[in-house]
């Protein structure tokens, strides 16, 4: 139990500021909700022209209570809103609602509004949910703060259910949703503006509800992602999933957000990553987070993600099998001894490899399913049942399919879907428990998110612990200076110097040292890069300040003499020409970080070279991970094909590419607080076995603050 789940979703006293008899108004819907939904606390309306609404003896003030509420709710607008919230902090009220808009999602005179109540509630320790909210309830203990329509369009049933929302309106559709798939939500809780308590506050207090089975979130903007993570946390050690959608996934939906809530949006990518690192499973709205409910609620972990796909017609066959393809759901390959008990069990037309055609041989045997299922189950390959029904009725004992379905789910615990688009054919499998849907790509996207989720779960076990923080000498160009870019010399020492693999190179302060550092650095007879070195400088290469394939000590001296000049002639800072070792690799990454301000340090790693930008083809890591885990997030590439060699190329070194991810990662956690960002392109990478190294860099220091 958390505070939040004590004093606001367990009150054990509510007051209702602005009262009403009226229960259509928003004063008198929570006082008609509790007393509809078995709320046992007490019930205090205020509303200084009534002696008694809806049955409670109504009082003047909140002074004028008997005792202090735990849960106020302000119904009440304009500046007396603000007057309710004063006055419950001086009262001692834990916790209070404020229904009311207009504060701050229009503007800064709004938001300044918000900012006074904060603090005035933050001096007595009171919490406050919203405002620009549609309140919270709790049909678990009847406590219901809240004036959502939807309780009376679609009456609550109390189930295994949370949803946490920024959006009332989202929370009230989730909660429509999920009633009309007959579902029981026990929570339905929305944060508006979020002045105080955040979705993953709210998120927390829930995780800790212990008959909440799946939890359901809705965010516009992420403010407390350590709060959220540690709902998360909470909710892996208990096997809770916690799906969620984020809306602003584009630049008009991050404008859009930012007007609704005032809140400001994060970016997408970094998004993903937080919500992967902390195994939440992110979907695109309320209807897919209500699609997938039934079976999550199911407690199904599959332990694979390869798919059996059955149905009386082989068109439906092919159909499944693309949409599984669709999901990147592999079609499980069936053994031999399977395939043999199957053909047992059907017709000698119909088809035992996976996809399995029964034919409509289910008409003259309604036993079919019950029979195949069982033989299939045995296969150690098969981890999801896909059955597709695309005709029935008369002739048919749907009854028996779907009784069979159930009886076959319930024996193995393995995840079963069904696709019926006949109302009365659905209905027989729903009747039964069984997961169904009207299509073959709903049903299957259900089981790939189910098997997609639990296997990003069962990872996060595996995270490596943080590294502690980095201890600099004051010699360091870190700690020398405040804000501005190192120079690649520094960066690439610097990085070197903590586990990063960097090219071998020399900062030179003159032609005699330009030829010196090519004579050692070339021994071997390789050639040499040479380019000039100035923080005010960082892309070198647009002003002619780069020389490659250099093959001789005099032309180092040369270019020495030459890059020298023209960094004078910019009026740029001279701080000296690079001269490093020409190192090969057959293909170019790029590697970068920066501490966001949200979520903090921040990695990606993709496609390097001069398109980088243009391409945008990476992908976005939240540190701690593992080697392990780049590799994996390196599949998502467009360029992925690549990676393992093409028309009889060898792979690339991706191994070697994860460990220096791995690397920059850990030196930017290290030095959080001092590094703002670092970019490293390219950083080139050779056949498997021959490494990945960097060969630019650029670290950006962090302002003093």
Not at 234 to 249: C, H, N, Q, S, Y
Not at 601 to 616: F, H, I, M, R, W
Request: charge should be negative.
């Amino acid at each position: 139990m958390t505070d939040l789940l004590t004093s606001a979703l367990n009150p054990r006293s509510v007051a209702i500021i602005g009262a009403s008899d009226n229960i259509h108004k928003i004063g008198g819907r929570p006082i008609y909700y509790m007393q509809q939904h078995g709320f046992q606390g007490k019930v205090y309306p205020i509303n200084p022209t009534r002696t008694e609404i809806q049955g409670h003896r109504a009082y003047g003030t909140l002074g004028d209570l008997p005792e202090v509420p735990d849960l106020a709710l302000i119904v009440v607008g304009g500046d007396k809103t603000v007057s309710a919230v004063e006055e419950c902090a001086a009262r001692g009220v834990k916790s209070a609602v404020i229904i009311a808009s207009g504060f701050g999602e229009t503007g800064p005179e709004g938001k300044e509004l918000e900012q006074h109540m904060l603090d005035k509630a933050r001096a007595t320790g009171m919490r406050l949910y919203g405002p620009n909210t549609q309140g919270l309830a709790n049909f678990g203990t009847g406590a219901i703060a809240g004036f959502s329509t939807m309780f009376i369009e679609v009456p609550p049933m109390d189930g295994p259910i949370g949803i946490v929302s920024q959006s009332g309106g989202m929370s009230a559709m989730t909660y429509g949703l999920l009633r009309g798939r007959g579902l029981g939500v026990r929570h339905v809780h929305a944060t508006g503006n979020e002045a105080d308590v955040s979705v993953g506050e709210m998120a927390l207090a829930v995780a800790h509800d212990p008959d909440v089975k799946l939890l359901l979130l809705y965010l516009e903007t992420i403010t407390k992602p350590d709060v959220l993570a540690q709902a998360a946390a909470i909710a892996r050690e208990r096997d809770l999933p916690i799906v969620a959608v984020k809306a602003g996934r584009t630049a008009g939906g991050q404008r859009a957000a930012s007007s609704h809530t005032g809140s400001l949006a994060n970016e997408d990518r970094t998004v993903n990553a937080f919500f992967e690192h902390h195994g939440i499973w992110r979907v695109r709205d309320p209807h897919e987070q209500a699609r997938a409910a039934q079976a999550y609620l199911k407690g199904w972990r599959p332990q694979g993600k390869r798919l059996v796909v059955i149905s009386n017609s082989g068109a439906s066959c092919v159909m499944g099998a693309d949409a599984a393809d669709d999901e990147q759901l592999p079609l499980a390959e069936l053994s031999p001894a399977t395939q043999t008990a199957v053909a047992e069990k059907l017709p000698g037309f119909a088809t035992t490899q996976n996809p399995i055609d029964i034919t409509a041989a289910l008409l003259s045997n309604s036993g079919l399913f019950g029979e195949v299922l069982p033989a299939v189950a045995k296969d150690p390959a098969a981890d999801l049942f896909f059955i597709h029904i695309p005709v029935a009725g008369a002739g048919y004992d749907v009854e028996r399919f779907a009784r069979d379905a159930a009886a076959f789910e319930a024996a193995t615990g393995k995840p079963v879907a069904v696709a019926a688009w006949q109302d009365s054919v659905a209905q027989a499998f729903r009747a039964h428990g069984i997961a169904t849907f009207p299509n073959e790509g709903d049903a299957i996207a259900v089981l790939a998110q189910l098997a997609n989720h639990t296997a990003l779960l069962r990872k996060q076990a595996g995270h490596p612990k943080p590294v502690p923080p980095l201890a600099l000498p004051t010699s360091s160009p870190l700690s020398a200076r405040s804000g501005g870019f190192l120079n690649e010399a520094q960066s690439l020492q610097l990085l070197g110097e903590h586990g990063v693999p960097v090219v071998p190179m020399a900062l030179c302060q003159s032609a005699d040292e330009a030829r010196a550092a090519f004579e050692r650095i070339s021994a071997d007879g390789s050639r040499v890069v040479v380019k000039a070195c100035s923080s005010d400088i960082p892309h070198k290469s647009e002003h002619g300040l780069v020389a490659l394939n250099v093959a001789s000590a005099r032309q180092a001296g040369e270019l020495f003499e030459q890059f020298w000049q023209k960094m004078a002639d910019m009026q740029a800072a001279r701080e000296g020409v690079i001269v490093a070792a020409m190192c090969k690799g057959r293909q170019e990454f790029m590697v970068g970080a920066r501490v966001d301000p949200v979520f903090g340090p921040v990695v990606v790693v993709g496609d390097g070279g001069k398109y980088t930008e243009a391409l945008n083809d990476c992908v976005v890591l939240l540190p701690p991970f593992s080697a392990q885990d780049v590799q994996t997030a390196l599949q998502r590439l467009h360029m992925a094909p690549l990676l393992a060699g093409l028309r009889g190329e060898p792979p690339l070194d991706v191994a070697a590419l994860a460990q220096l991810t791995v690397a920059v990662s850990e030196f930017v956690m290290r030095a959080r607080g001092q590094v703002a960002s670092l970019d490293l392109n390219p950083v080139l990478v050779g056949s498997a076995g021959e490494g990945a190294m960097v060969v630019d860099a650029l670290i950006e220091v962090a302002a003093a603050r």
